[in-house]
């Protein structure tokens, strides 16, 4: 390695409650740091800060922690491995980690401060958590049966401005070959008594007139990212006791503001979540094995707010999660046998304004290849709970450049959320694609804000596309100036579908609304008002409509309608379907309605 400050894995320390320290102060590189290794672990890193205690202790916290200072860099700073070792190849690492089956907590935190780089930081390695240009990890794991365990993870870097190139390159192993990398992993494995795991994983806010790039060619997880930051917490009682135990896990996944002038992207051939640009990930299981018990998942993913003038891509050509230019994935699961299981996650993306390209691209031949291939995704779920809460959630978006996703597998703007999705306003000058163009979708409540539309948005299953399986929809006010168009005789350029209500607000269109208006359901559907002085047209079949509203049994209606230009389709012009209240309220045709 070429800067090491290294903790004895076996320090001789009595005390029950011992803090052990790794630190690196601030550095300023004129010239060349570097680590070569062509096997070992641990080896071949740039700067590293290491810390891993391993202490026969019955009772107390063992606090660890890894520090490097701040760092500005004006020439190269390099890790290299041509093993294939763990945790090796690292441009700059932090690393904190501890494995014990003794009654005891920890408190672990990797840290690396602020970075200016104007030059290169790089990883090359093939080994699993190697070839990372920045990278902080913290892991703990606690198991006692005879004490409450309180068991905590926290890895973070701080700002980060870069002029030059930060990358990680891996040909295998798990999260490797990512530009920037913070993780944490916390379990608490407490047999009869509570438990509590903490993950927090944490990137400031990033200036980028460079390169960030992650690249591998590996099969396992978690590889070739831009920027990836991970948190991961996990609690299990014991299934033999017959005492009552309570379970508490939570994790926390954040990254401040980004305004990127260069390039952010992740690239992978294979390996689920891999080759994203970038990527925030968190994931909290609680198990309360024991009957009597509770259990308590908190799950928390947040992106900051994105300005974007250069580009933002991922691609990847196989596995879930992948291949997604802007990513927010949160997972909470928490399970008692008889007693209470509370789970709550939420994904959160900010603002986001873009001049230049955000794109995701996945190989759609892969049927793997599920939650992939997005420009700008915001995904979130619970699992096998009495009580939850679950949110996606994308900021208000406005766009002057290219947001793409790939066109069968990827949408250019998607949130999903098992409880409750939600996309605020869009304004478009410039072009949207994907497999739809903007798409909220959920099982309780899916929700899209107003859309001002002066350029493309094409697609080729729909446009503006918003869907509840079991809860209700609502778009808000719709202005097209431009073109939302289709590819496929199945596609809708404006689609909302409910079991429960549906409604569309104020439809404006002075454009082309090229492959029609659908709203369905089983409950009410509303739509405001449509005032079309443009084109709506939907002629890809025979028996496709240009304005369809369905209701299996409750009123289908349209408040007021004003037509001074085209509506056309296959089969009807507009075709309303529900009960003997459905209808049009208020019509002024001056147009052409053809059918």
């Known amino acids: 390695n070429g800067i090491v400050s290294n903790i004895p894995t076996d320090p001789s320390i009595s005390t029950d409650s011992p803090e052990l320290n790794s630190l690196i102060g601030n550095i300023i590189n004129n010239g060349t740091i570097a680590g070569s290794s062509s096997s070992g672990k641990n080896s071949g890193n740039g700067i590293f800060a290491y810390s891993k205690p391993n202490i026969n202790s019955s009772t107390g916290i ?61 990883g090359t390695g093939n080994g699993h958590y190697s070839g990372n240009g920045l990278y902080a990890y913290s892991s703990s794991y606690a198991e006692g049966d005879s004490i409450n365990i309180n068991n905590s993870s926290n890895s973070a870097i701080g700002n980060i401005t870069n002029y030059g190139k930060i990358s990680g390159n891996s040909t295998s192993g798990a999260h490797s070959g990512n530009g920037i990398y913070a993780s944490s992993n916390t379990s608490a494995h407490s047999g009869s008594f509570n438990g509590e795991a903490l993950s927090i994983s944490t990137i400031g806010n990033i200036l980028n007139y460079g390169d960030i790039n992650g690249t591998t060619t590996s099969t396992v997880n978690g590889s070739g990212n831009g920027i990836y930051y991970s948190s991961e917490s996990y609690f299990q009682s014991d299934t033999s006791s017959s005492n009552g135990s309570r379970g508490k896990t939570i994790s926390i996944s954040k990254i401040g503001n980004i305004i990127n002038n260069g390039k952010i992207s992740g690239n992978s051939t294979s390996g689920s979540d891999s080759g994203n640009a970038i990527y925030s990930y968190s994931l909290s299981i609680s198990n309360a094995l ?87 995704f915001a995904y979130s779920e619970v699992k096998d709970d009495t009580t939850t809460t679950s949110s996606s959630i994308i900021g208000n978006i406005t766009n002057y450049g290219i947001i793409s996703g790939s066109s069968d ?66 778009i808000g006010d719709i202005t097209n100036n431009g073109t939302i168009s289709g590819s496929t005789s199945n596609s809708n350029s404006i689609f909302a579908y409910s079991d429960y209500t549906n409604t569309i607000g104020k439809i404006i269109n002075r454009g082309n609304i090229a492959d029609g208006i659908f709203s369905g359901g089983l409950d009410a559907m509303t739509i405001e008002s449509i005032l079309n002085s443009g084109i709506i047209t939907n002629a890809n079949s025979a028996n496709s409509d240009g304005i369809y509203i369905y209701s299996n049994s409750n009123p289908s209606t349209i408040k007021l309608f004003s037509n001074t230009g085209v509506i056309m389709g296959g089969d009807n012009g507009i075709y309303i379907d529900g009960d003997s209240n459905s209808g049009i309220n208020d019509y002024n045709n001056y147009g052409l309605v053809i059918g």
């Open 290 to 376: 024991t009957p009597g018990t509770s259990s308590t998942a908190t799950s928390n993913s947040i992106i900051g707010n994105i300005t974007n003038y250069g580009t933002i891509s991922g691609s990847s050509t196989s596995g879930s999660n992948s291949g997604n230019g802007i990513y927010a994935y949160s997972n909470a699961d928490a399970y008692s046998d008889t007693s209470t299981a509370i789970a709550t996650s939420s994904s959160i993306i900010g603002n986001i304004t873009n001049y230049g390209t955000i794109s995701g691209s996945s190989n759609s031949s892969n049927q793997s290849n599920y939650n992939s291939g997005n420009a700008i």
């Open 409 to 474: 597998s990827g949408n250019a703007i998607y949130a999903y959320s098992t409880k409750e999705a939600t996309i605020g306003d869009v304004v478009n000058y410039g072009t949207i694609k994907g497999k739809d163009g903007i798409s909220s979708y959920s099982e309780n409540r899916a929700t899209i804000g107003d859309i001002a539309n002066y350029g493309i948005i094409s697609n080729t299953r729909g446009g503006i596309h918003a869907e509840s399986s079991g809860g209700n929809v609502a």
């Open 62 to 122: 063992i606090t660890s922690n890894s520090t490097i200072g701040n760092i500005t860099n004006y020439g190269n700073i390099n890790g290299t491995t041509t093993g294939s070792d763990n945790y090796s190849g690292n441009g700059i690492f932090a690393f904190s980690d501890t494995y014990y089956d003794k009654p005891i907590s920890n408190s672990l935190s990797s840290t690396i401060g602020n970075i200016i780089n104007y030059e290169t930081i790089n």
